[in-house]
């Protein structure tokens, strides 16, 4: 092809642009591909306020949100059971309510008076197509057509969309996980194998950024053994380091694969439990004490589910805290003769 003075063509003519290429380039992640999906919804459906959200147990973490402006910004966390998400995804209400103020099973809900919410809109992502990871839903101030629930196999579309891109950035993070497991194994305490604490501080580090961004809960448990000075100075320090390890035992045995364990020096464990909130670290520091007692180790356990404002470390220092309370809750060792 020549243009009108008979010169050929440049590339333009072949093909797409290098602007349009870069309209057409694949979304860096998830959030990203939810901004656009949200924006188009947006334009589409009316509904003013958009968000991803994750649900981990009990909680209901907003991971990031389009639209006007949602009324809860990205990292905040609600109860499961206060959510019109809960409503849709386990209680069977419509996925679409055009006018939440006429379903009067759905207006008192905590959140409607908080927000004002007069229409929903919420369908879920799943990982594996049967496992919830959280949903996309909508929001807003005033009702919506009746005719709007005619989109919703549009919704549900993307919903589908966000999913196959959701597994795929969760595959990439286990992998990464597992690569940062195996870099960290030069950072293991030598008596006891488990991580020391400059590896527990570094995959910390690592699971705070993804806590951020897949919402995810976790838990620290601290632990401090009761009796370590006691055992050396009667038995000597080998029969400590015994203890020690019998320790770690304990807690590989209590733990995930996915899940940090560390001694962070002296008599002081710590395990990171993933995609556990307090209501689940609470059962798993009863599990693990009867383990402990059941190896006739003597241990005080605190914990501490982690929040958004201070992370995993505050968490970890929370945790700390808690085991300190527990240990001086505690009646003084018999005196030995």
Partial sequence: MRDDEGRAAGPAAHGPTGDGLAAHAAFSDLAEAAGEVMRQLCRELGFRLWALTRVSGSTYTVLTTGGEGYPAGPGEQFRWVDTLCHRVIDEGAPRIIPDVRAVPALRDAPLVRRWQIAAYLSVPLTVDGATLFGTLCALDREPRSPQVRSWLPLVDLQARLLSTVLADDLRLDTARRRAERAEADALLDPL????????????????????????????????????????????????????????????????????????????????????????????????????????????????????????????????????????????????QP
């Fill in 192 to 335: 006891t194998g488990l991580l020391n604490r400059r590896g527990w501080q570094l995959l910390l580090d690592r699971e705070e950024q993804r806590c951020r961004r897949f919402g995810a809960v976790a838990s620290v448990l601290v632990l401090d053994l009761d009796r370590l000075k006691a055992t050396n100075d009667r038995h000597g320090h080998a029969a400590g380091d015994l203890l020690l390890q019998r320790t770690a035992r304990v807690l590989r045995a209590a733990t995930r694969s996915a899940d940090l364990t560390a001694r962070l020096g002296g008599d002081e464990f710590a395990v990171l439990a993933v995609e556990t909130d307090q209501p689940a670290a609470a059962r798993e520091r009863d599990r693990l004490q009867h383990l402990l007692t059941t190896e006739g180790i003597a241990a005080s356990v605190g914990i501490a589910a982690r929040d958004p404002a201070n992370g995993l470390t505050g968490a970890w220092l929370n945790a700390d805290t808690d085991m300190y309370q527990v240990k001086r809750a505690k009646p003084p060792p018999p005196t």
